[in-house]
Every structure is written in structure tokens, then in C-alpha cells.
């Protein structure tokens, strides 16, 4: 595949950002996602619009910065938003920053992972996946989509031994139920490739930004969980032989409004 002529939305890129995969990385945010996530923190990636950009004039910028990356161990991340709402996009920009001879991340939600083609897979090193809760109601309810396409990725990149980092954002009253933590953990624990499970706790950090768009906070009430409750969820993971990580951020969407 050619990486001239193909186009997308990209929300924004940080460069220098050592909290999207390993060592120093690139992080392309993608404009579009299909979640909706009460605790988003950056609802205006949402719609898939903003500035539009070609695949060649990101890799060439990503190039002017390769040096500097390998030198931080790092590489590119591909993220959103939800990236595989734009998959020629997403697979250009993977195709080319491997060229490059650069490390690549994606940043996935999982729930339009049927749009990841073996091709795409072939150009990426590690799947940042977010598997936002275990119990169908909790993740439906929370997201306002179904869990089953996220698992089926996790599934299948356990299938490929591709190298996966499962996040779960840990939100007080919504996804802290132990059978919800139980059953992810004991889900993780089945698949082959997962190299570490980052518990992120949930905060305030993101209502501004519904504010300013005019859209229904719901979770003004939630308080972020105590480290209590952080290392309760971190045990039920390492009892099931996981390695777990402190989440540093909350999924999706630049650092600035990450907190
Ligand atoms: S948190 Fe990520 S997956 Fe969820 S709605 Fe926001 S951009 Fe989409």
C-alpha cells in the first residue's frame, strides 16, 4: 500500500510525550470516535473533523524527528479519538513510521478492531488497548457500545502474540465492582501476549471540556477512586499473575488535557 494521497482528520500531535508506549514517542491523536465515554477527557475528538492532513506531510515531520526518538527509546503512537475510525489513515501513518524504522503503538478502545487487517498488524509493535470494563451492561452503560468487539481483538492479537498494554480505568461506582475487576483480570489472564495491565485511576480532569461544549456531564458526583481502592484492583490483577502498572493518564487524547 501507498502512503501518497491518503488523508485524514488529525485532532493534534504531541511530540515528546513518555506516557503513550514505550521511551520517547510521537503521538499522532486522530479526530473520530464511536465511544462515548461519561469520563471522557477530550469529547472534541469525538466528530471526525478539524484539520485535515496528508499521510506523507505527518511522515515527514515523524522523519525530521526520528533521530530524537530513537535516541529515547521510543517511536510513533497512533491514537485518538479512536484511530481505526480512519483506517487507511491509521494504516499509512503505521506503514510509514515502520519505514522509517520506527517503533509504532496503536491507542485503541478495541471496538472497531474488525477494521484492523493483517496488513495493518503487520506494521505495528504494541496495542495500547483499553478494555473499559468486563460486565456488558457496566461497559455498555458507560461507553454507550458493547464490549464483545474489544474482547474479540484482545483475542485475536493473543492469537498473533502481538505485544499488548490492557488499561482499565477505575471509576468509583460504574467499573470498581469486583465481579467487573474479577472478570477482566481473570480475561487478561488467558491471553498470551499481554505485557503489563495499567490500572487508571478516574478524575475530574475532563469536565471542563463538556462544559465548554454543552454537553451533560454525568459524573460531576464521582469522586477518583482512593489508593485503597487503586491497590484493592491492582491485588485482584496480580492474583491472577499480571504485571500491573500505575495507569499515568487517562486514555484518549492529548496530554494537556490529561491532567
Ligand atoms: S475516552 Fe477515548 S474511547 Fe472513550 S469516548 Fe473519549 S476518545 Fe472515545
Avoid at 485524514?8 to 486522530?30: A, C, K, Q, T
Avoid at 479526530?31 to 465515554?37: E, I, K, Q, T, V
Amino acid at each position: 500500500m501507498s502512503t501518497i494521497g491518503v488523508e485524514g482528520y488529525v485532532h493534534s500531535i504531541e511530540v515528546g510525550s513518555f506516557v503513550d508506549g514505550p521511551g520517547l514517542r510521537y503521538v499522532v491523536f486522530l479526530a473520530g470516535c464511536p465511544l462515548r465515554c461519561k469520563y471522557c477527557h477530550n469529547p472534541d475528538t469525538w466528530q471526525c473533523r478539524g484539520k485535515m492532513s496528508d499521510a506523507d506531510s505527518v511522515l515527514k515531520n515523524i522523519g525530521m524527528t526520528a533521530e530524537f526518538l530513537e535516541a529515547g527509546d521510543g517511536g510513533v503512537t497512533v491514537s485518538g479519538g479512536e484511530p481505526l475510525a480512519q483506517p487507511a489513515f491509521t494504516a499509512a501513518l503505521l506503514q510509514g513510521s515502520k519505514r522509517l524504522g520506527l517503533h509504532t503503538a496503536l491507542d485503541t478502545s478495541g471496538y472497531l478492531g474488525d477494521a484492523l487487517t493483517d496488513e495493518m498488524l503487520v506494521n505495528i509493535d504494541l496495542v495500547l488497548l483499553d478494555i473499559k470494563s468486563w460486565l456488558p451492561d457496566v461497559y455498555r452503560e458507560l461507553t454507550g457500545v458493547e464490549v464483545e468487539p474489544t474482547l474479540r481483538l484482545a483475542r485475536r492479537l493473543s492469537d498473533e502474540c502481538k505485544p499488548m498494554w490492557v488499561r482499565f480505568v477505575l471509576v468509583p461506582g460504574i467499573t470498581d465492582a469486583h465481579e467487573n475487576v474479577e472478570g477482566l483480570a481473570r480475561f487478561v489472564a488467558t491471553l498470551r501476549s499481554v505485557e503489563r495491565v495499567e490500572v487508571v485511576p478516574f478524575h475530574q480532569m475532563g469536565r471542563a471540556k463538556w462544559e465548554q461544549l454543552g454537553i451533560a456531564y454525568e459524573l460531576t458526583d464521582t469522586q477518583p477512586p482512593t489508593d485503597d481502592e487503586i491497590q484493592r484492583v491492582k491485588d485482584v490483577f496480580e492474583a491472577h499473575g499480571l504485571p500491573v502498572d500505575d495507569g499515568r493518564f487517562a486514555p484518549c487524547g492529548p496530554v494537556a488535557a490529561r491532567g
